[in-house]
């Protein structure tokens, strides 16, 4: 017998596979290819070299915005990502420059140990566990809202990062600079080592998602807490743990982003924050939980950084400091986005 459905289902059909959540980030998309294409030309926006700039700007937002997903899908917030990447980057640059490692100022890292190397490279990641698990913990316990807590525990990092760094800048090992600089060359596409890590991070999550106890339980905690419990889901567990991903893949997008620039100081992940939400939000993730994936969150990621690479190619004649109006543009053209997305969306549904 045939699983085809018959004419009279296939309205039905099509709304459950095409929902209108997963359509409206992918014209948003288009939309601003299109846009791009026009202003920029098409022989210097669709070319090779700017997929190659948004693999590369894009692969430590696609990180970030990992751990973001599975947060939001909870009907949660994690406001702490950026200074987590930025605290996590610091304890490696400190910890690379102290005595027990080669790396130190002065001396050459071909005669670092493996294990010393093991725990400058594990150690900001059991750092960003701990700062995970205590924003979920808190969050669970004291029954505040979690912008709260990781508002609280973005000041707590960072502090940290000032006081152990004491403002200086610290070099990073060269495992992570290969890994946020280098790739391989496919013809005329320069594909970063960063962008595989990233898509490799978005197929585990994917798969925890879509294919496992636990990811059912991030929806159903995000879609119905109280109905959850009472069907057995230890929510406050999966509160805690999605908040712990989140720390966890916000630190390996500050360790790739701090080898990308060789160093770790600061000023950096400023808008990383913002930027991660932005993309997690533009992929038609529900900030009020329950609906939401990571293919949507990797459309959400390219559209953003679409958005970013095709207004630094834009060059308005007899317009003089554009670039400081970049900003203002850029948000302007995410509020119609979003506005678009939840339009079509709702349109759909």
Known sequence: MSNKPSESGWNAWLRDRWHGGDLAPVVSLLALLAIFTVLVGPRDFLNLGTASLV??????????SVGLTFVLLTAEIDLAVGKIALLSACVCGVLFEQSFAAGTKGH????????????????????ALVAGWLSG?????????????TLAMMFVCEGLAKYLTKSEKFNMPSVLKKLGNDGIWLGGLSIPYSAMMAVAVMLIGHVVLQHTRFGRYVYMTGGNREAARLA??????IVVACLVISGLTAALGGLVNAGRLESVSLDQNTELLLEAVACVVLGGTSLFGGEGSMPRTLIGVITFTVLKVGLNSVKIEGLTHFDLLRPFVMG??????????????RGRD
Request: hydrophobic fraction near 60%.
């Open 108 to 127: 050459s890292e071909s005669g670092m140990s493996g294990l010393s190397l093991l725990a400058v490279l594990a150690i900001p990641f059991v750092t």
């Open 332 to 345: 302007v053209v995410l509020l119609i986005a979003l506005f678009i997305n939840g339009r079509i969306a």
């Open 55 to 64: 693999l590369e700007q894009g692969a430590v937002l696609a990180i970030v």
């Open 232 to 237: 057995g889901v230890r929510t406050p567990r």
């Open 137 to 149: 913990a808190l969050t669970v316990t004291s029954r505040l809202p979690s912008f709260i807590i």
